[in-house]
């Protein structure tokens, strides 16, 4: 067997990683897409919030891989970044629903 390479414990588990995170990250541009395009705002903000925790699943397959490419500290960077814009999003919705909520009751 020629071609047959024995593979590390620790390669497969990089490969896995990185295919993890190739998903989880690409979910999040298409996450994204499907929000714009949403027919409500609860939809919206809903959408938005799975953004959010495909970051978040990005950036711990980003902490698993372990690597110290500069490149990969720049991507694991702005998946941080997405991260906190998308939780910026979110809070808007929650002190403009409060501020409503507050109108309507006085």
């Known amino acids: 067997m020629q071609g047959f ?6 390669d497969q588990a990089l490969l896995e990683y990185s295919k ?7 979910s999040v541009a298409a996450d994204y897409i499907e929000a714009n395009e949403s027919l409500s705002r ?35 960077q702005e998946a941080f970044e997405l991260m906190r814009i998308f939780g910026a999003i979110l809070e808007k919705k929650v002190n403009f ?9 006085v």
């Open 97 to 105: 629903e409060s501020e409503h909520y507050l109108e309507f009751r």
């Open 5 to 10: 390479r024995q593979i590390s414990q620790e």
């Open 42 to 76: 609860k939809d919206y903000f809903h959408r938005v919030r799975i953004c959010r925790k495909e970051c978040k699943e990005s950036i711990l397959w980003f902490k698993l891989c372990d690597r110290d490419d500069p490149e990969c500290s720049i991507l694991k």
């Open 20 to 26: 993890q995170l190739i998903r989880s990250s690409s």
